[in-house]
Structure formats: structure tokens, C-alpha cells
């Protein structure tokens, strides 16, 4: 599987990373556990997830970009909090829900456009002065900016973020620079076969 480190971070998050790139084996791993609740994969995801956090990222408390109450009802489990609690207990670092979802909308199947303004959340009790957000995956950026947004908001001083999965994003001129393997928040236009499968 590609890794990706360090992404370009969407304000108001102060830091990204992703442990690998959301296509072939690291896509199947996510989608085995995100649609087919196949969680032996957890573990090892929140391993890598650790492995691209920089040395000494001052973190208060772990929380996670909670999926509607619609999708976990449906599936039994969200797959953001497994990868949260795993990640925490790889770390040693405390995880406490600290946001709810308010939309029933989900990401998968949407357009760039609606997940820029799908996901809405609100805050679950007062956070502390610095958060580590957790995601399955991020391709738009809508999702964790929005999980970031409501906790600064709501008192946040520092939010960082670290999904397991990236949507790979092609190179513009602004990020030429960047180094090699690194992935852009630019416009990304899919086809077929990268969009999010729509397993149920």
C-alpha cells in the first residue's frame, strides 16, 4: 500500500495525516471493514494511523467524526470510533466522544459539491485545548473540516487530524512543490472504479 504522511491541512485543523492512500489494498481493507464489518483490520489500521503522527504532537484527548445515527444503526457500529478507540489504546493517549452528528446524511454516493455542505455536527460535552480527530477517510476534506470547525467553536485551542485512508487527488501547479506522494486537497474528479463502493 502507498503511504501518504503529511496532507495539506482545510482550516481550521492545524495538522493532517494519512496512513496510506485510499486505492487497491488500502481501499479493500477500509471497505472490508466499513461495509462488511470484517474488524480484524482495525488494529493494524490504527497501528499505521500512529506510525505518520509526528513525535511529541501534543494531544489532550482522542475523538472521532462520528457517521449519522442512520448508518449506525444500520451497520451496528461506527467505524471512525473503532479506529478512534484503537488508535487511542495504541497510543495511550485518552478518547472521549466529544461530537455528535446532527444531519442523517452520509458522504458516500455525494457529489464534491454536497459533501462540502452535508456533514453538520454539534458538540457532545466541552472540549479540551487540544483534539486529535479521527476518520475512516478523508477525499473532499468536508467531513473533518466541519468536525474541526464545531470544535474550535466550542473551545478548542489546537485540532489535528489522522484518517486511515486518503482519496488520491491529483497535482496542481500550487502543489508541485509539495514532496512526492503527498496528496492535495485539490479538485478531484473520480471515476467508477475510485468512488466509495456502495455496499451495504
Known amino acids: 500500500m502507498r503511504a501518504v504522511g503529511e496532507m495539506p491541512p482545510p482550516e481550521p485543523l492545524a495538522g493532517l495525516w494519512a496512513a ?35 513525535p511529541g504532537l501534543a494531544v489532550d484527548s482522542v475523538t472521532w467524526a462520528p457517521t449519522s445515527s442512520q448508518r449506525r444503526r444500520r451497520r451496528g457500529f461506527d467505524q471512525a470510533e473503532l479506529l478512534a478507540r484503537a488508535l487511542g489504546r495504541e497510543t495511550g493517549l485518552c478518547v472521549v466522544p466529544l461530537l455528535k452528528r446532527v444531519d442523517a446524511a452520509g458522504q458516500t454516493g455525494r457529489s464534491r459539491s454536497q459533501r462540502f455542505c452535508a456533514p453538520v455536527f454539534a458538540p457532545h460535552r466541552p472540549p479540551p485545548a487540544s483534539v486529535l480527530l479521527v476518520d475512516d477517510v478523508v477525499t473532499s476534506g468536508a467531513t473533518l473540516q466541519a468536525a ?3 470544535l474550535v467553536r466550542a473551545g478548542a485551542g489546537r485540532v489535528d487530524a489522522v484518517v486511515a485512508g486518503a482519496t488520491p487527488l491529483p497535482y496542481t501547479p500550487s502543489s508541485a512543490r509539495l514532496p512526492p506522494g503527498v496528496v492535495t486537497m485539490g479538485t478531484h474528479n473520480s471515476t467508477p472504479a475510485e468512488r466509495e463502493p456502495q455496499w451495504t
Open 148 to 150: 474541526a470547525s464545531t
Open 20 to 54: 496510506f492512500a485510499y486505492v487497491g489494498a488500502g481501499r479493500e481493507l477500509l471497505a472490508r471493514l466499513k461495509y462488511r464489518n470484517q474488524r480484524s483490520c482495525v488494529r493494524w489500521l490504527a497501528s499505521a494511523m500512529a506510525q505518520v503522527l509526528p
